[in-house]
Every structure is written in C-alpha cells, then in structure tokens.
C-alpha cells in the first residue's frame, strides 16, 4: 500500500513558478513509476509528465515541455513538479499518481493516487 500527499500547490501570476511535491509512504516508493496529472473544471484528468522509477526515463505532454520539469528523490521518497513560465491555463487541481511503469502518456498499472493540490495561475 503506497499513500501519497501532494503540497506545494498556490496562487501565482501569469509567469511566474510553483514546485509541487508528492510525499510517498511505505518503502517500496523506488519501485514504482511516477506521474502527474491535473484536472480544470468541468475537463478530463490530463497527463502532464512521468518519471520512471530510477528516475532516468521522463515523459512530458506537448502542452507543458520546456517549462515543467518532473525530478524524484528516493531516499526522501519524494516525487517533485517544477513549474516556471506558468500560464492561466495550467490552472487545476494536480495530482501525483504511482503505477508501474512510465509511459508518454501516464503509467501503466497505475495504482495509487493523490488527494491533489490545487494551482491557480492569474493572468
């Protein structure tokens, strides 16, 4: 059982940055994939960007490459999103998200989320 509490999350300005984390319980935390996703209101959950357990693979959607960057920290058991050039569009409740492995397009198996934290961008 893995439990996972994302932080970090605010308001900023247009421009501006934001680091997310995710804090994992239990000790298999470098077993596993990471990722993040975010959600506006009223719109799907979306991928943002995966990170593969031993941190050497990542994977970022169109929309925010160049400007997140996804980093872990195993003996911490942490899963971080740097965020710079934010935009208002980034708005949304984001969540952190363990699986199996990382994919370009979220994780597979994926088994345990967040409760998520929420980011607003004002223009």
């Known amino acids: 059982q893995v439990q996972l509490v994302e932080s970090g999350g605010g308001l900023v300005q247009a421009g501006g940055s934001l680091r997310l984390s995710c804090a994992a319980s239990?000790?298999?935390?470098?077993?596993?994939?990471m990722a993040w996703f975010r959600q506006a209101p009223g719109k799907a959950r979306d991928f943002v960007t995966s990170?593969?357990?031993?941190?050497?693979?990542?994977y970022y959607a169109d929309s925010v490459k160049g400007r997140f960057t996804i980093s872990r920290d195993n003996a911490k058991n942490t899963v971080y999103l740097q965020m710079n050039s934010l935009k208002p569009e980034d708005s949304a409740v984001y969540y952190c998200?363990?699986?199996?492995?990382?994919?370009?397009?979220?994780?597979?198996?994926?088994?345990?989320w967040g409760q998520g934290t929420q980011v607003t961008v004002s223009s």
């Open positions: 998200a363990a699986g199996r492995t990382a994919l370009e397009y979220g994780l597979t198996a994926l088994d345990y």
């Open positions: 239990g000790r298999t935390f470098s077993t596993y994939a």
């Open positions: 990170i593969s357990a031993s941190g050497v693979n990542t």
